[in-house]
């Protein structure tokens, strides 16, 4: 009779069989099995944290930028009627509002939906150090965005002065007015080149002295200034029709 040692005994029951579940064949689970898996809802919201998250927000985030992008092509673009720069002047939203809806009802002009008119008393406070301020406003003066400047005089000048920003009245105004305000005329010299410190010997019609006008009585005694103030048109304005109505109505001056 043939007996076994412990040891072998031990060997015979350590020994897995050749279908054992450790010698089958597994297939990866895929994510939704995994995360099916999950018992609780505090696992699953980790486990979509952890997985998910940041993918979703990427594809969101394309989305809108997609959708922003289509918005901005397709949709109106809002359009200057008249847009009146108050240059080293700070006026709120309330007095400069006022002041378009009184152009607006003088006027007669009617903008339609995306047509704007504006009176800016924010933007442009060019004399004050900002250098972002004086940017801004010869970057709108080139991109044609500005038609008319209201300034005190020494701020005037210096862009009449350069000869690319105001428009000389004398081409501009028709003649019935030219003539009314003849009395109001800001005369200035012009710089002959670019680059150049040499100043024309003639004097150019660029502005019209504001003071003493009804509109500026109104509304001068809500900014601290003890300059006279000069209206103009801009050389490159789109609107000069409009800026001329403009200045009929500043001047209560109605069209013949």
Known sequence: MITLKDSDAKEKQTTLKDDAA?????????????????????????????????????????????????YTIVSPKDEFLLRVAFVDYLFDSKPTEKMAEDFISASGIEPGE?????????????????????????????????????????????????????????????????????????????RKSEGSGDASEEQYVVGLYLDETPFWKEYSTLIRSEERPVVGIVLNSKNKENAVRLLRWLFELPAL
């Open 22 to 70: 450790i010698y089958q064949k597994r297939e990866p689970k895929s994510e939704r099995q995994k995360f099916s898996e999950l018992k609780t809802f505090e696992d699953k919201m980790k486990y979509f944290r952890m997985y998910y998250l940041k993918g979703l927000l990427a594809v969101l985030a394309i989305a809108a930028l997609g959708i922003y992008i289509i």
């Open 114 to 190: 995306h047509e704007i008119i504006l009176f800016d008393g924010l933007s442009y406070q060019v004399s004050g150090g900002d250098i972002n301020a004086a940017a801004v406003f010869t970057a709108h003066i080139m991109a044609r965005e500005i038609d008319a400047v209201i300034a005190p005089e020494s701020t005037f000048s210096k862009y009449a002065y350069n000869g690319m920003t105001m428009a000389s009245l004398t081409e501009t105004l028709p003649a019935d007015l030219y003539a009314a305000l003849s009395d109001r005329f800001f005369l200035s010299a012009v």
